[in-house]
């Protein structure tokens, strides 16, 4: 019976657990954290990077998760804003709180760098979500998903200037139409 039981919550988890965000956030923080800790004097830099390593592994699965459960929120601007900005908030606290658990604290430039990262990063994944990749709950895999990734990267670089463009021809729109007035 218990064994059933273990067997159950280890399953219902795994459903839980955005495996490829996971894989791919393990990889790009480690490689953030060595970077931005190169010219550091920092004592312990292999302990850093191996309990950020191991906190992201396990916890980036669950946070893409909930960001993908934000993804259903009847109010689209709140579930961005969850997406963008209230799950990366509070992974980025635990992550504080776990390398000062484990005595292994970061650099500020550290610190800094993973902050700047986890923010671009996660209006990145708004985005490719947005577009249906890195989903779990798709039949598609993790290699057509990266298929699919340098396009979306282009469109993401390119969203901004998009936006940009469509507010000015309104406000120009608009201006022309007082203007007739």
């Given at each position: 019976m218990q064994r059933i039981?273990?067997?159950?919550?280890?399953t219902q988890a795994f459903s839980c657990?955005?495996?490829?965000?996971?894989?791919?956030?393990a990889t790009a923080r480690s490689l953030v954290y060595l970077a931005g800790m190169a010219h550091s004097s920092a004592r312990?830099?292999?302990?850093?990077?191996?309990?950020?390593?191991?906190y992201v592994t396990l916890t980036s699965g669950f946070y893409a998760r909930l960001q993908q459960e934000a993804l259903g929120l009847r109010s689209r601007l709140l579930g961005n804003l969850a997406v963008a900005l209230v799950?990366?908030?509070?992974?980025?606290?635990?992550?504080?709180?776990?390398?000062r658990a484990a005595g292994a604290t970061a650099p500020p430039r550290a610190t800094l760098a993973v902050c700047v990262f986890t923010f671009v990063s996660a209006l990145f994944h708004l985005y490719v979500m947005r577009h249906g990749v890195?989903?779990?709950?798709?039949?598609?895999?993790?290699?057509?998903?990266?298929?699919r990734v340098p396009r979306l990267i282009?469109?993401?670089v390119l969203w901004p200037i998009a936006l940009f463009?469509?507010?000015?021809l309104r406000l120009a729109?608009?201006?022309?139409s007082q203007a007739a007035l």
């Open positions: 039981a273990r067997s159950t919550f280890v657990w955005n495996w490829k965000c996971a894989l791919l956030s312990g830099r292999p302990a850093i990077v191996l309990v950020e390593v191991a799950v990366p908030g509070l992974a980025q606290a635990f992550d504080l709180l776990t390398h890195f989903l779990t709950v798709r039949d598609r895999s993790l290699l057509d998903d990266l298929h282009a469109g993401f463009s469509s507010l000015s729109r608009s201006v022309e």
